[in-house]
């Protein structure tokens, strides 16, 4: 119940603070440029996002190959999916989060707080497994 309260308001909220945040840099630079801008960060994003998932992707599978598991690989490609998710989204604060999730110098960040995400879901036994 709680987690449906939470994506009810960020539902609200994140539109809102794109839209405050739209207004408020084109105030600055005009409606036109503003929107320039917005679609140069998506377009740089998604090519960002395509460079780092190819990478990642040959990573896991070079660790495949040599009988390691792709734990880390896998939190950065799980990263990289959701940064690109956000950088599709029209808007500067999702931009900026979709940025941070798909560079790799910040990525480790977002890694360290999904892993004890994780761990926190397999110890409560809430975490569902998956096999074909």
């Not at 005009?30 to 929107?35: C, N, S």
């Not at 320039?36 to 090519?47: D, F, W």
């Not at 070079?62 to 940064?83: A, N, S, W, Y």
Request: net charge positive; glycine share 10%.
């Amino acid at each position: 119940m709680i987690r449906n309260k939470w994506l009810w308001a960020a539902l609200f909220a994140v539109p809102a603070v794109e839209l405050f945040g739209f207004i408020y840099v084109s105030s600055f630079l005009g409606a036109p440029k503003t929107l320039l801008i917005m679609l140069a960060t998506s377009v740089i994003g998604l090519l960002m996002m395509r460079f780092e998932g190819k990478k990642v992707l040959q990573d896991s599978r070079t660790h495949m190959q040599e009988g390691r598991v792709p734990g880390r690989t896998m939190l950065d490609g799980l990263c990289i999916f959701f940064g690109g998710l956000l950088l599709i989204l029209p808007g500067f604060v999702t931009d900026l989060i979709g940025f941070t999730l798909v560079f790799p110098l910040t990525r480790p960040l977002y890694r360290v707080f999904l892993l004890k995400w994780i761990e926190k879901k397999m110890k409560n036994g809430t975490f569902t497994f998956y096999r074909r």
